[in-house]
């Protein structure tokens, strides 16, 4: 079986990061090793949240795998809270990445042409830094803006300015960069990417629900990871988290109004299974 670590926090209500990574790479048939970061009694978009710091624990975890001889097939790495994270997590990624190592980064950082709370455009520009260590990235248009450090433009762009943006991206030093979010049709929203070894870029669009659930972002990149896992090409692996992150949002517009809570991710495990076995 194929072992991913991931590392991000764990917000304990507000399904995003930990609560959504372990169980979607699980129902997809891969292990979820974890390098929890920090425990929040809920993700930051909450008007208040504790938060209890993990970074001191980061590198004794990461010296026993090591003595230990665990490995990983892939490192996927979500929302950090702080440039040591960002700098442990290089070394992570140093440590443990080998020849078959995929390493998937998201940028989780900022949303809606703005910055998560306690984020600023330095800490995005060093994020960009850690995206120039992945095979692939996942990030938004926002958190893309960011990181190369360009006005967000809302939308209303073209295919051009995406195209343009995403070798931009590669050029951090990524195989492979994705931006989630894109639209250039009214009703169709998706993905695009750029694979600068090959120079192709691929699109895939669904139709657009017009709510956005926070931590769909999570949903996308963990099923992602997951069928990369299971021996799928990046772009059918795209084409599975966009599918899946639709239905999911589907199913959550019917019954669950509010957007802090995250998607229904729970309901739809059956179809990402079935998705996967097809
Ligand atoms: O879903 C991204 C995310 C993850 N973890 C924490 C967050 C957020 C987004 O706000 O606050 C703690």
Redesign the pocket.
Known sequence: MKRIVTV??I?CVGK??LT?ALPIISAMGAEAAVSPT?V?ST???FPS?TFCDLTKEIAPICEHWKSAGIDFDAIYT??L?SFEQIELTEKLIADFKTEKTVVVVDP?MADGGKL??GFTEAFAKRMGLLCGKADVIVPNITEASFMLGVPYVGEGYSEEYIKDMLVKLTELGCKTAVLTGVSFEEGKLGVMAYNSESGEYFSYFRERIPESY??T??VYASTFVGALMRGRSVEDALMVATDYTVECIKSTVKNSPDRKYGVNFEELVPYLVDRMDK
């Open positions: 991000q926090d917000s995003c990061s959504v920090a929040l993700h930051t978009a949240f979500g929302y809270g989780a998560y709370k926070h931590g972002g999570d």
